[in-house]
Nanobody
């Protein structure tokens, strides 16, 4: 069983930056593809970014390309999401997820474990 705990959310002005962290425990972190998703009020959960377990290949939603960077530190069992040039439309609860032996797809149903989420609010 993998437990995921997100941190780093908060309130930031448009144009600012935040770095989210997701610490994993249980299981073998290095065997998990990791993803970040977000959910705004009244909207479905959507894919933000993912990183593979073997080659650390990355994938991004078009809406965050060039602004967000996902990375992982297998020695610390942690995945990060560096968010720059934040916009009000980035406001959401951000969740990290683990896909055991996965490839880091953009689909929520491929992920086996989820964190509790961290709120990101971007003011205009």
């Amino acid at each position: 069983q993998v437990q995921l705990v997100e941190s780093g959310g908060g309130l930031v002005q448009a144009g600012g930056s935040l770095r989210l962290s997701c610490a994993a425990s249980g299981g073998t972190f290095s065997s998990n593809a990791m993803g970040w998703f977000r959910q705004a009020p009244g909207k479905e959960r959507e894919f933000v970014a993912s990183i593979g377990w073997k080659f650390a290949n990355t994938r991004y939603a078009d809406s965050v390309k060039g602004r967000f960077t996902i990375s992982r530190d297998n020695a610390k069992n942690t995945v990060y999401l560096q968010m720059n040039s934040l916009k009000p439309e980035d406001t959401a609860v951000y969740y990290c997820a683990a896909d055991y032996w996965g490839t880091g797809t953009p689909f929520t149903f491929d992920y086996d474990y989820w964190g509790q989420g961290t709120q990101v609010t971007v003011s205009s």
